[in-house]
């Protein structure tokens, strides 16, 4: 049986970047401006010579009821359902917002484990402390580099 590990947060936190940086590939479309994704994506990887499937998902925005970003949500969401565990991705240049709080809300409902990954480390104006994120509740934070992983 494979693992499904869905990745998800608020748009252009770097889940697609994330997503090839996983799958080694570069099937995930990469821009720096939101809305790129909007369905799941689906890709293999592997750890440990276990392999495993990722599910890339579109920018998250729980509250939002019409329209394409809406849309984007049920897609999000769908994943959330199918996923075995969840990689919730967060911005460090950005810090933490209160969309992340209200994912992080949405998240903790589905039982599911979920992993906080805080992206970006590396860009210039990144928060330097990672306590602000222990603030939704999710446990100790990994921590990648948009340009190194």
Do not use: W
């Not at 090839?20 to 990887?45: I, K, Q, S, W």
């Not at 969840?86 to 810090?95: M, P, R, S, T, Y």
């Not at 992340?100 to 949405?106: F, L």
């Amino acid at each position: 049986m494979t693992a499904v590990i869905a990745l998800v947060g608020r748009p252009n936190v770097g889940k697609s970047t994330f997503f090839n940086r996983l799958t080694r590939t570069r099937e995930a479309l990469v821009a720096d401006f939101p809305g790129l994704t909007r369905d799941r994506h689906y890709g293999t990887a592997q750890f440990e010579g276990r392999q495993y499937l990722v599910v890339d998902t579109g920018g998250f925005e729980p509250e939002e009821r019409e329209g394409l970003v809406a849309a984007m949500a049920v897609q999000t969401r769908l994943a959330i359902t199918e996923a075995d565990a969840i990689c919730f991705l967060v911005d460090a240049k950005e810090g933490l917002s209160a969309q992340d709080a209200e994912i992080a809300e949405e998240l903790r409902r589905s039982g599911k484990p979920i992993y906080l990954v805080v992206n970006k480390m590396d860009a210039k104006g990144a928060v330097s402390e990672l306590p602000e994120f222990h603030r939704l509740g999710l446990g100790m934070p990994y921590t990648i580099s948009a340009a190194h992983g």
